[in-house]
Protein backbone atom coordinates (compact mmCIF):
# COMPACT_ATOMS: atom_id res chain seq x y z
CA UNK A 1 0.00 0.00 0.00
CA UNK A 2 1.24 3.67 -0.89
CA UNK A 3 1.42 5.56 1.88
CA UNK A 4 2.76 9.18 2.47
CA UNK A 5 3.29 10.91 5.94
CA UNK A 6 4.38 14.23 6.41
CA UNK A 7 5.69 15.74 10.29
CA UNK A 8 7.43 19.00 11.11
CA UNK A 9 4.73 21.18 10.90
CA UNK A 10 4.49 23.29 13.59
CA UNK A 11 4.10 27.18 15.10
CA UNK A 12 6.80 29.83 14.45
CA UNK A 13 7.25 33.56 14.14
CA UNK A 14 7.96 35.14 10.92
CA UNK A 15 11.04 35.16 10.05
CA UNK A 16 11.97 31.72 11.04
CA UNK A 17 12.66 28.03 9.57
CA UNK A 18 10.88 24.49 9.78
CA UNK A 19 11.93 21.47 7.86
CA UNK A 20 9.72 19.21 6.48
CA UNK A 21 9.43 15.46 6.20
CA UNK A 22 7.62 13.39 4.10
CA UNK A 23 8.35 9.32 4.69
CA UNK A 24 6.92 7.36 1.78
CA UNK A 25 6.53 3.98 1.74
CA UNK A 26 4.54 1.11 -0.57
CA UNK A 27 6.44 1.99 -3.89
CA UNK A 28 10.24 2.47 -5.13
CA UNK A 29 10.47 5.75 -3.84
CA UNK A 30 13.75 6.58 -6.01
CA UNK A 31 11.89 6.15 -9.30
CA UNK A 32 9.53 8.68 -8.65
CA UNK A 33 9.46 12.20 -8.66
CA UNK A 34 8.01 14.17 -5.32
CA UNK A 35 6.20 17.10 -4.52
CA UNK A 36 4.93 19.80 -1.80
CA UNK A 37 1.89 21.54 -2.56
CA UNK A 38 0.12 23.29 0.21
CA UNK A 39 -3.59 24.60 0.70
CA UNK A 40 -4.08 28.12 2.85
CA UNK A 41 -7.49 29.04 4.53
CA UNK A 42 -9.74 29.89 2.06
CA UNK A 43 -7.35 29.12 -1.09
CA UNK A 44 -7.19 26.60 -3.91
CA UNK A 45 -3.78 24.25 -3.36
CA UNK A 46 -1.07 25.25 -5.08
CA UNK A 47 1.78 23.20 -5.98
CA UNK A 48 5.43 24.55 -4.27
CA UNK A 49 8.09 22.34 -4.78
CA UNK A 50 9.02 19.16 -6.69
CA UNK A 51 12.29 17.15 -6.92
CA UNK A 52 12.85 14.68 -9.71
CA UNK A 53 14.01 11.15 -9.33
CA UNK A 54 17.25 12.60 -11.09
CA UNK A 55 17.62 15.03 -8.41
CA UNK A 56 16.17 18.75 -10.49
CA UNK A 57 13.89 20.91 -8.77
CA UNK A 58 10.81 23.43 -9.27
CA UNK A 59 9.66 25.60 -6.80
CA UNK A 60 6.68 27.77 -6.82
CA UNK A 61 7.77 31.84 -7.89
CA UNK A 62 6.24 32.29 -4.19
CA UNK A 63 9.22 30.82 -2.76
CA UNK A 64 11.88 30.53 -4.78
CA UNK A 65 15.12 31.52 -2.78
CA UNK A 66 13.13 30.67 0.68
CA UNK A 67 12.23 26.69 0.13
CA UNK A 68 14.05 24.02 -0.57
CA UNK A 69 13.36 20.97 -1.49
CA UNK A 70 15.70 17.10 -1.05
CA UNK A 71 15.39 13.71 -1.31
CA UNK A 72 17.31 11.00 0.61
CA UNK A 73 16.60 7.80 -1.52
CA UNK A 74 17.87 5.82 1.51
CA UNK A 75 15.51 6.99 3.69
CA UNK A 76 12.24 7.30 1.37
CA UNK A 77 11.67 10.54 2.61
CA UNK A 78 11.75 13.68 1.06
CA UNK A 79 12.16 16.62 2.50
CA UNK A 80 11.12 20.55 2.14
CA UNK A 81 13.21 23.01 4.11
CA UNK A 82 11.78 26.27 5.03
CA UNK A 83 13.56 29.66 5.62
CA UNK A 84 12.61 33.15 5.88
CA UNK A 85 9.31 31.93 6.52
CA UNK A 86 6.10 34.80 6.07
CA UNK A 87 2.28 35.19 6.94
CA UNK A 88 1.35 33.91 3.94
CA UNK A 89 3.01 30.55 3.99
CA UNK A 90 0.50 29.17 6.84
CA UNK A 91 -1.05 26.14 5.12
CA UNK A 92 -1.26 23.00 5.63
CA UNK A 93 1.16 21.54 3.82
CA UNK A 94 0.65 17.51 1.35
CA UNK A 95 3.37 15.37 0.10
CA UNK A 96 2.52 14.10 -3.08
CA UNK A 97 3.36 11.43 -5.47
CA UNK A 98 1.99 10.70 -8.71
CA UNK A 99 1.69 6.52 -9.42
CA UNK A 100 -0.16 5.18 -12.31
CA UNK A 101 -1.33 8.33 -13.17
CA UNK A 102 -2.66 8.52 -9.20
CA UNK A 103 -2.33 11.41 -7.44
CA UNK A 104 -1.16 9.64 -3.82
CA UNK A 105 -1.33 12.43 -0.81
CA UNK A 106 -0.25 12.12 2.79
CA UNK A 107 -2.19 13.56 5.84
CA UNK A 108 -0.97 16.96 5.71
CA UNK A 109 1.17 18.74 8.22
CA UNK A 110 -0.09 22.20 9.34
CA UNK A 111 2.52 25.65 9.49
CA UNK A 112 1.26 27.75 11.42
CA UNK A 113 3.40 31.39 11.33
CA UNK A 114 2.60 34.31 13.66
CA UNK A 115 4.30 37.70 13.75
Known amino acids: QVQLVESGGDSVQAGGSLRLSCAASGFTFSRYAMNWYRRAPGKERELVAGIRNGGSTNYADSVKGRFTISRDNAKNTVYLQIDSLKLEDTAVYYC?????????WGQGTQVTVSS
Open 96 to 104: NVVIAWTNV
